[in-house]
C-alpha cells in the first residue's frame, strides 16, 4: 500500500531553514508528479511546491517562490523540501502527497513553527 513518511519539522526561528523530506513506498515513485502541502491551524491545507516525475518541472506558491527548494531522488524513493528563509506565517503542519490511482495519498505530516 501507499505509504508517505514525512520527517525533518521542528521549532527554527525567523530567518532560519528546515530541510523536510518524505520517503515513499507502495507505489512506482519515479512514475509520479510529488507535492508537499501545508495546514497552518485554523486555515484549508494549501498546495506549496509541486515536482515532476524526472524533476525538471517544478511549482511554486508565490508566498514561498524564492526561498522554498522542492527536489526528489527517484532512486531513493525520497522528496525533500528545502525551505530557507523562514517566516512566522510558514508555520503549519507539512504534508506529503502523491495523487496515485484516483485518489490523494497523504503522509501523517511534521509540524514546522517559526518563531519571530
Known amino acids: 500500500q501507499v505509504q508517505l513518511v514525512e520527517s525533518g519539522g521542528g521549532l527554527v526561528q525567523s530567518g532560519g531553514s528546515l530541510r523536510l523530506s518524505c520517503a515513499a513506498s507502495?507505489?512506482?515513485?519515479?512514475?509520479?508528479?510529488m507535492s508537499w502541502y501545508r495546514q497552518a491551524q485554523g486555515k484549508e491545507r494549501e498546495l506549496v511546491a509541486s515536482?515532476?516525475?524526472?524533476?525538471?518541472?517544478?511549482n511554486y506558491i508565490v508566498p514561498v517562490k524564492g526561498r522554498f527548494t522542492i527536489s526528489r531522488d527517484n532512486i531513493k524513493n525520497t522528496v525533500a523540501l528545502q525551505m530557507n528563509s523562514l517566516k512566522p506565517e510558514d508555520t503549519a503542519v507539512y504534508y506529503c502527497?502523491?495523487?496515485?490511482?484516483?485518489?490523494?495519498?497523504w503522509g501523517r505530516g511534521t509540524q514546522v513553527t517559526v518563531s519571530p
Open positions: 502527497n502523491v495523487y496515485y490511482e484516483n485518489r490523494d495519498y
Open positions: 507502495g507505489f512506482a515513485f519515479s512514475t509520479y508528479p
Open positions: 515536482i515532476s516525475r524526472r524533476g525538471d518541472i517544478t
